[in-house]
């Protein structure tokens, strides 16, 4: 069973995502951003911080931001 559980844990922090709402993280594979910077001037000190032109994030998920988006995610 942890083998299991492992195995599923592992799929997915290698796997991508198309969601926006991950589109400031280094996973986002969707289509709906375009990239204007180059890959060599990204900064990917994810979680804690990572910016591609358009989009970043800073202590992700709490902060994320976009050219069409702001995200301060806070826990009640």
């Known amino acids: 069973m942890k083998k299991i559980f492992i ?3 592992g799929a997915g922090l ?3 995502c198309t969601m926006k709402e991950f589109s400031s993280t280094p ?3 969707g289509n709906t951003v375009k990239y204007t910077g ?3 001037d990204r ?3 994810w979680p804690v911080a990572y ?3 358009p989009v970043g994030s800073v ?3 709490l902060v994320s931001f976009g050219s069409d988006h702001f995200a301060l995610r806070a826990r009640r």
Do not use: D, Q
Request: proline share 5%.
């Open 27 to 29: 996973f986002y594979e």
């Open 43 to 45: 900064v990917n000190l």
């Open 59 to 61: 202590a992700w998920p």
């Open 51 to 53: 910016w591609r032109e």
């Open 14 to 16: 290698l796997s991508g």
């Open 38 to 40: 180059a890959v060599e």
């Open 7 to 9: 195995a599923i844990i």
